[in-house]
């Protein structure tokens, strides 16, 4: 890969963390979610129930041992390590007009900690964690308020993390909503929850344009704390292929691209598309996008696209034409040329060769994929060894194609932080045992375990990776 590319790993904090109580931090969304399971949707509880399973409380007590866990990133040789901020830590209700200082200073050690070992942190702002207080009391991004809410979050951060910190993201994976029928997708992106009758679709629209509104003005606010900053948004790139060839088919594909990915384009244009217009007009939805606004959101472009990738979809026409609106729960259909992980993501390597194409003629912008693994269930040894060679072999075949996509197609890419580097939370299902990690963690799905750290064989696989620049896989 070419010189200095950010090769790392990509947490969340409120996967990793724990301590979600320690130095004054405040509930979070992710705190009120209770664990699920495989094909079992997380239940979003009304505050916290005694005796339920809330497995972020504690998750993997990185809160404790990000010193002896970042030294073992280190040791695989890591460039640049992807966690986010938890809002709640700095802002506890989320509406606090002085951020709490104890929470700062966690997020100060931890990245002296990174840069000791050369390792440079690439930093998500809010990563499917805001204050539970802005859900309580605002409805969450359902609220105008939340805006400013967020942008003095923003602004306390890159404040004070000017000099530690280059590469920011506003709000993780902010185009899972489109799927605003699920509510573990709007809840963690927006903080949303529905009374019954409520048009679903619109609130999602309008608390998705707040967080765009609010993006962009973190964007330009951070440019001007410190000109050197790299901006970007992040998004959820699952590309949605034609069943067939046949034309249908394939108006339905670019329909269901353009509903999945119209938040990317107003991030990098600073303008709605012509398609979501009209898509508005259509559905009579009425959208509060005021003319200041439309200002903002021209003068808070990105500088990059950070982006997760584990899988692509497929979507078969179902005599929708002409409008094509697409629906993520009944329009998907099986992709007969992939095979599944244990999870039922579709695994397909090139079509993250694919997705950065897509991407880059679209926006001609720096990518970065800051997401990629698979979820795996691992067996250790009776010595303890952890032999994960499947989850080698995903890998390998992901990187090959970055490797294809960046020497023959020419894109610009920036960095590959797999996620889950570090066993943690599945923040889809709560599960610990849905594994990620190139480093196994002593936990079960009910939260029993020593929490011990123990290298798994894709540990030394991914430092030779590193060591090599990727040419040798
Ligand atoms: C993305 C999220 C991550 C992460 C990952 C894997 O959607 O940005 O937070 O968890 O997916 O998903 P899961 O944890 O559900 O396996």
């Given at each position: 890969?070419?010189?200095?590319?950010?090769w790392?790993?990509?947490?969340?904090?409120?996967?990793?963390?724990?301590?979600?109580?320690?130095?004054?931090?405040?509930?979070?969304?992710?705190?009120?979610?209770?664990?699920?399971?495989?094909?079992?949707?997380?239940?979003?509880?009304?505050?916290?129930?005694?005796?339920?399973?809330?497995?972020?409380?504690?998750?993997?007590?990185?809160?404790?041992?990000?010193?002896?866990?970042?030294?073992?990133?280190?040791?695989?040789?890591?460039?640049?390590?992807?966690t986010?901020?938890?809002?709640?830590?700095?802002?506890?209700?989320?509406?606090?007009?002085?951020?709490?200082?104890?929470?700062?200073?966690?997020?100060?050690?931890?990245?002296?900690?990174?840069?000791?070992?050369?390792?440079?942190?690439?930093?998500?702002?809010?990563?499917?964690?805001?204050?539970?207080?802005?859900?309580?009391?605002?409805?969450?991004?359902?609220?105008?308020?939340?805006?400013?809410?967020?942008?003095?979050?923003?602004?306390?951060?890159?404040?004070?993390?000017?000099?530690?910190?280059?590469?920011?993201?506003?709000?993780?994976?902010?185009?899972?909503?489109?799927?605003?029928?699920?509510?573990?997708?709007?809840?963690?992106?927006?903080?949303?929850?529905?009374?019954?009758?409520?048009?679903?679709?619109?609130?999602?629209?309008?608390?998705?344009?707040?967080e765009?509104?609010?993006?962009?003005?973190?964007?330009?606010?951070?440019?001007?704390?410190?000109?050197?900053?790299?901006?970007?948004?992040?998004?959820?790139?699952?590309?949605?292929?034609?069943?067939?060839?046949?034309?249908?088919?394939?108006?339905?594909?670019?329909?269901?691209m353009?509903?999945?990915y119209?938040?990317?384009?107003?991030?990098?244009?600073?303008?709605?598309p012509?398609?979501?217009?009209?898509?508005?007009?259509?559905?009579?939805?009425?959208?509060?996008?005021?003319?200041?606004?439309?200002?903002?959101?021209?003068?808070?472009?990105?500088?990059?696209?950070?982006?997760?990738?584990?899988?692509?979809?497929?979507?078969?026409?179902?005599?929708?034409?002409?409008?094509?609106?697409?629906?993520?729960?009944?329009?998907?259909?099986?992709?007969?040329?992939?095979?599944?992980?244990?999870?039922?993501?579709?695994?397909?390597?090139?079509?993250?060769?694919?997705?950065?194409?897509?991407?880059?003629?679209?926006?001609?912008?720096?990518?970065?994929?800051?997401?990629?693994?698979?979820?795996?269930?691992?067996?250790?040894q009776?010595?303890?060894?952890?032999?994960?060679?499947?989850?080698?072999?995903?890998?390998?075949?992901?990187?090959?194609?970055?490797?294809?996509?960046?020497?023959?197609?020419?894109?610009?890419?920036?960095?590959?932080?797999?996620?889950?580097?570090?066993?943690?939370?599945?923040?889809?299902?709560?599960?610990?045992?849905?594994?990620?990690?190139?480093?196994?963690?002593?936990?079960?799905?009910?939260?029993?375990?020593?929490?011990?750290?123990?290298?798994k064989d894709?540990?030394?696989?991914?430092?030779?990776?590193?060591?090599?620049?990727?040419?040798?896989?």
């Open positions: 890969m070419k010189k200095g590319f950010l790392g790993g990509a947490v969340a904090a409120h996967q990793l963390e724990g301590g979600y109580r320690e130095s004054g931090k405040g509930l979070s969304v992710a705190d009120v979610m209770i664990a699920g399971g495989n094909g079992v949707e997380r239940e979003i509880t009304e505050g916290i129930i005694e005796g339920k399973n809330y497995p972020n409380h504690e998750a993997i007590n990185f809160y404790a041992s990000y010193k002896e866990d970042i030294a073992l990133f280190a040791e695989m040789g890591f460039k640049c390590f992807r986010s901020i938890a809002w709640s830590r700095i802002f506890p209700e989320g509406d606090e007009l002085t951020p709490n200082e104890d929470g700062l200073k966690f997020y100060d050690d931890l990245f002296d900690t990174c840069l000791k070992h050369g390792i440079e942190p690439v930093i998500t702002l809010s990563h499917f964690e805001m204050p539970y207080g802005l859900v309580t009391k605002y409805g969450g991004f359902r609220n105008r308020k939340c805006i400013d809410f967020f942008v003095r979050f923003a602004k306390t951060c890159f404040e004070r993390f000017k000099n530690k910190v280059t590469y920011w993201m506003t709000f993780n994976e902010i185009n899972n909503q489109a799927n605003y029928n699920r509510d573990f997708t709007v809840f963690t992106n927006s903080g949303l929850f529905f009374k019954p009758g409520e048009n679903r679709e619109e609130i999602m629209y309008n608390a998705a344009h707040y765009l509104v609010a993006s962009a003005l973190a964007v330009k606010i951070g440019h001007e704390i410190n000109p050197n900053f790299k901006i970007g948004c992040m998004a959820a790139m699952c590309p949605i292929y034609p069943y067939s060839c046949s034309a249908k088919d394939m108006m339905y594909h670019t329909s269901a353009q509903k999945r119209w938040f990317i384009d107003v991030h990098v244009r600073g303008v709605y012509e398609y979501i217009k009209k898509y508005f007009e259509r559905k009579n939805f009425n959208i509060d996008i005021t003319e200041s606004d439309t200002q903002i959101l021209k003068n808070g472009c990105v500088d990059y696209i950070g982006f997760s990738y584990y899988m692509s979809y497929v979507v078969k026409d179902l005599g929708k034409g002409p409008n094509y609106d697409y629906d993520e729960d009944t329009d998907l259909a099986d992709n007969p040329y992939l095979e599944k992980t244990a999870w039922g993501w579709a695994i397909d390597p090139e079509g993250l060769r694919y997705s950065l194409n897509w991407m880059y003629d679209r926006y001609m912008l720096p990518l970065f994929i800051v997401e990629n693994g698979m979820g795996a269930y691992d067996t250790v009776a010595d303890g060894e952890i032999h994960d060679q499947y989850r080698i072999d995903y890998l390998k075949a992901h990187i090959q194609q970055v490797e294809l996509c960046a020497e023959i197609d020419g894109v610009d890419i920036i960095g590959y932080t797999p996620w889950g580097c570090i066993d943690l939370v599945s923040a889809g299902s709560g599960e610990m045992e849905k594994r990620y990690g190139f480093i196994y963690v002593d936990k079960d799905n009910n939260g029993n375990g020593t929490l011990k750290r123990s290298k894709s540990f030394y696989w991914y430092q030779k990776v590193i060591a090599t620049n990727g040419a040798e896989l």
